[in-house]
């Protein structure tokens, strides 16, 4: 096999890997798995991929797929994300025909005028925790003004989208009561999802939820269930990851002032540094893939069936894709003639992240507003505490405190 960890050694880093005393830093845990080989087998049936190299052949390779079947180590879910080719296919294109990149440039404005709301409010407060008060609410809001849904329901869908992301870890690290937290939140969800898509069916309005509800002119249209996967991801993928990408991207770069500081003296950097932050420390650590078919993987081949965990995480600090990986380097996606590989965080291939786009456009424009406003952000803690989630990490809280400098009169 690839890996030259014994299994001992494997399961006791996986392990430090699901614990919380890990969960701050579980970076040279990665480093262990990468540095031991490629591929790990584990106690839990699946395989671990760790180098940037095999994480790239399995993620652009169809033939890696989803077991759609209930005995996987991972749960799945009834959107095209965990479907297969030519379901998936299907799926996703005629949400794309929506979810456009036109249509998320023109919601630049919209994003700018509520990323400086946001901000003006943390000014105000002078002290505040940056997840509550910033990180989760310009993306679910955004995503929820997109969907159609009213602002007065977005507390329950903050609640609802809290415990779904939590249910997409691994069964077996799930406490009964954060399994019943998941199902019920996906229930409330799908209830209140259907009844606002057939409202839309009959008095279609401005929104994604009308656009995916309508039938086209060929009668193809989403299915009930298919309708209600999709808005799930939509409120997850659009929500979740984005949140860990402000937390995380904005703690690295309070941690490494020097970095925030050649923003400020060439915000030109800020799409360099968005790519940057997001290989330095993935929204989305790892994620699932089940061979299709017979596949080789690391010089073995695997019977279909076989499951994997892409270590996005490992491979975005491979050594042998980024030199020095460890350090955080606003410059590193910048106008080079060898420009880095691409990193991994949006995934790649068919299951490329279909919200990419947004995300960026988000996380942009906040890093331009802050360095345009010459607001100062300093954190009141050095260990904010993390989520307790696997696959999508991020911390839960960060207080920081917040300054803007008085504007200056002629």
Excluded at 161 to 183: F, N, Q, V, W
Excluded at 230 to 237: D, E, F, K
Excluded at 267 to 289: K, N, T, W
Aim: net charge negative; glycine share 8%; aromatic share 6%.
């Amino acid at each position: 096999m690839a890996s030259t960890l014994p299994a001992d050694d494997v399961t006791r880093i996986l392990l430090d890997l699901f614990s919380p005393a890990h969960r701050a830093d579980p970076y040279p845990l990665f480093a262990q798995l990468r540095e031991g080989g490629p591929v790990h087998e584990t106690p839990l049936g699946i395989r671990l991929v760790t180098r940037h190299a095999e994480c790239t052949a399995v993620l652009q390779n169809p033939s890696w797929g989803h077991n759609q079947g209930p005995d996987g180590a991972f749960r799945g879910g009834d959107s095209f994300l965990f479907m297969n080719p030519p379901q998936h296919t299907r799926l996703r294109g005629m949400v794309s025909r929506t979810f456009t990149p036109r249509m998320i440039s023109g919601l630049a404005p919209r994003i700018e005028r509520l990323v400086d709301q946001l901000l003006d409010d943390m000014v105000s407060a002078g002290e505040t925790d940056l997840i509550a008060a910033l990180a989760y609410p310009l993306p679910m809001t955004i995503v929820c003004e997109l969907l159609g849904i009213p602002a007065t329901d977005y507390p329950v869908f903050h609640k609802w989208s809290i415990a779904i992301a939590r249910g997409l870890d691994p069964e077996i690290l799930l406490s009964p009561e954060e399994k019943t937290r998941r199902d019920e939140s996906t229930a409330a969800f799908y209830d209140y999802f259907r009844e606002l898509a057939r409202s839309r069916r009959d008095h279609p309005a401005d929104d994604l939820i009308s656009a995916l509800a309508a039938v086209d002119e060929n009668g193809d249209g989403l299915s009930d269930t298919e309708l209600l996967g999709t808005g799930n991801l939509l409120l997850n993928a659009g929500h979740e990851t984005s949140v860990n990408l402000i937390g995380n991207g904005l703690l690295a770069l309070l941690r490494h002032p020097e970095q925030l500081a050649a923003l400020h003296a060439e915000p030109e950097l800020v799409p360099s540094a968005v790519q940057e932050l997001l290989r330095f420390d993935a929204p989305i650590q790892l994620i699932p893939r089940d061979a299709l078919t017979e596949l080789e993987l690391a010089g073995e081949l695997l019977p279909p069936g076989s499951g994997v965990a892409v270590l996005l995480a490992a491979a975005n600090r491979d050594p042998a894709a980024y030199p020095d990986p460890d350090r955080l380097d606003v410059t590193r996606f910048h106008g080079r003639q060898a420009a880095p590989p691409r990193h991994l965080a949006f995934s790649l291939g068919v299951h490329f992240c279909l919200g990419a786009g947004l995300a960026l456009l988000e996380m942009e424009t906040l890093l331009r507003r802050v360095i345009e406003r010459g607001i100062t952000i300093d954190p009141l803690t050095d260990e904010p505490d993390f989520k307790p989630n696997v696959i999508l990490r991020g911390p839960e809280r960060l207080p920081v405190s917040v300054h803007e400098p008085a504007p200056r009169h002629r």
